[in-house]
Each structure stands twice: as structure tokens, then as C-alpha cells.
DNA sequence: TGCATATTCAACCAAATGGTTGACCGTTCG
DNA sequence: CGAACGGTCAACCATTTGGTTGAATATGCA
């Protein structure tokens, strides 16, 4: 069926993978860059990260020797959809909304609804 | 690390399990009626449904020789707050916090910020 | 040119995953 | 009681996953 959201959650299964996604939230990063705080060899964080860029949620660009990664957070929209669909989850988008309030508030920005 | 947020993703990631959950979202179900349209054993299920409950998605309560089981949307909660933190889910939030609001407001409740 | 750096490839390994089958256990019912 | 039903257990199997190591490739730099 859907095989999109198998490779998704999939992606986001493994506590290495979720800790990349949150570097990578910082800044884009180098492949060797991403691999320097973990106690696993290169060729494993590579590896994360092709499985990552097949779920859709980095993308990979070369420039010269150096591979740059990237998030691609709407590629969790699906995942995120999905996971809404079973409810009772309005709580929960009330306080990332009300975060994402204040955000725009402290930027003084006029919100309308 | 974060093994709860493992087991949730990982019980995601397999679509036979998504389409229990879809079907659970309809009515609490027995063992076997979760079975019966799958071209699967019962002890596959079994076992799917044993994931499901470990990762807290669902629960299983036995009454007679029937095992019941029944949606916990609550623990997707963790999961989809970790996916929030990837920002750029606003658009998403904004719907569902929308709707809530409407929901609120043929309450007739005042809300606040 | 020649060396260092960035990354992948190939082969391998152990453990986990998703499935099967047949025997088993507890419960209900004629 | 004894048979049928609901479900699990145990053993097994193939495939996938997450990791390793050593060699290979490609780029940058002195």
C-alpha cells in the first residue's frame, strides 16, 4: 500500500536517525560532519543518511568533494497527516500552535484569524 | 536513548499495522475479526497486534475467551510532538488548531490567549 | 605530481523482523 | 463430558537491518 509512510516511520524508528534529524535542524552538514559526535564508523552514518534521503526527509547535494545534508521537513507532513487522523490530538497542536504564536509576537507580527 | 519514540515509529512503519489501527479506529475489535480480511495467519496478527500494544497504541483486555483490542490515539501524542519540532508543520497545526477553535466557539466557550 | 580529505563500495556478520506451521491452553456450549 | 472456538506458544525460515572492516573513488591542495 503506501509505501511512502513505511519508509518514513521507518526512517524515524532509529534514535541515530532522529539524532541526525536534530542536528541538521540546526544547520545543513557534511556526511563526515554529521558522523563526528557519534562512536560509530562513517560508512554507518552514511548509511543512515541514504535511508533518511530515501524516506524523502534530507536531501543530498554534492559540491566538490563534500557532500552537503539538508532537512526536508515537509517530506513529515504525510507522517504527521496520517498520525492526525487518529484525533484527540488537538491538545497538542494547540500548544505548538501557541508557541508558534508567541514566535510570530515576539517578531511583531499582527496575527489574524 | 529514546526507546518509547523506537517502538512507536517502528510499529508505524509496517502497513499491515496501519490498517489495523484504521479498522480499530471504527470499533474496539477481537483477535480474530481484526484477522479476517488479511491473507495472514491469526499468529501473524497476533504478533502485530502484540507491537502495537507494546509501542502503547493499542490495548488488549481479555473477557472470556475474547481478547479485545482497543485504540490509545493518546500515545501517539509523544511521537507527533518529536515530528512538531521539525517546524514548518504550522500550516498543519494551523487546520487542526482551526477547527478546534470552531469546535470551541459552537461551545460557546471564550478563548484566550 | 603526489598526498590528504571526503565519501562510497563490497563483503561480511549478528540480531531483529515478518512470516509459516503444528501443538497447546482456556473458555463456551450442546 | 467432549467438541468447537479464540488465541498463544515454540520452533523454524527468509529477509532486512545496523553495524564492521578494508579497498576504492573522487576532489582539493601544496
Known amino acids: ?32 560532519d554529521v558522523a563526528e559526535p557519534f562512536e560509530m564508523s562513517l ?3 552514511s ?14 547535494e554534492k559540491r566538490g568533494r563534500v557532500k552537503w545534508c539538508k532537512l526536508e521537513p515537509d517530506a513529515l507532513r504525510d507522517a504527521s497527516i496520517w498520525m492526525q487522523s487518529f484525533g484527540q490530538l488537538e491538545a497538542i497542536n494547540l500548544e505548538a500552535f501557541e508557541s508558534f504564536l508567541h514566535q510570530e509576537l515576539e517578531k511583531d507580527t499582527t496575527v489574524t484569524f
Chains 1, 2 share one sequence.
Open 43 to 45: 560508512t554507518a552514518i
Open 47 to 60: 548509511k543512515h543518511l541514504i535511508v533518511l534521503m530515501q524516506a524523502g526527509i534530507i536531501s543530498q
Open 1 to 32: 500500500m503506501d509505501k511512502h509512510l513505511d519508509k518514513i516511520f521507518a526512517a524515524l524508528a532509529d534514535p541515530t536517525r532522529r539524532t541526525i534529524l536534530n542536528m541538521l535542524l540546526e544547520d545543513d552538514m557534511a556526511v563526515t
